[in-house]
């Protein structure tokens, strides 16, 4: 059964850090560009971060570079995002998604998606 699973969220105060865990089964990560989405309350769902097979190249939306980082393990078939230095406007559901083609903007072009962990930024 493909299924992607994604964990790591939960609540932190401004200023903190969280690791978002998306791991794979039934397929191979690293034959998939993985990227994180978020969505939040009564907005539309964004692009946050990609990674392409390989890792030889990698996205970050302007407001998340410099303290997210996007990486792959492929010996645990997984990939994370480490938020740092997070901030209330980080609060969202984020999900993580995989496709064979495109580091893309588009919801569309994913095959796969996770079920969504919550993130929520706040003191």
């Known amino acids: 059964q493909v299924q992607l699973v994604e964990s790591g969220g939960g609540l932190v105060q401004p200023g903190g850090s969280l690791r978002l865990s998306c791991a794979a089964s039934?397929?191979?990560?690293?034959?998939?560009?993985i990227a994180w989405f978020r969505q939040a309350p009564g907005k539309e769902r964004e692009r946050v971060s990609c990674?392409?097979?390989?890792?030889?190249?990698?996205y970050y939306k302007d407001s998340v570079k410099g303290r997210f980082t996007i990486s792959r393990d492929n010996a645990k078939n997984t990939v994370y995002l480490q938020m740092n230095s997070l901030k209330p406007e980080d609060t969202a559901v984020y999900y993580c998604?995989?496709?064979?083609?495109?580091?893309?903007?588009?919801?569309?072009?994913?095959?796969?998606w996770g079920q969504g962990t919550q993130v929520t930024v706040s003191s």
């Open positions: 998604a995989a496709n064979r083609r495109l580091c893309s903007g588009s919801a569309s072009v994913y095959e796969y």
């Open positions: 039934g397929f191979t990560l690293d034959y998939y560009v």
């Open positions: 990674i392409m097979q390989g890792d030889e190249y990698t």
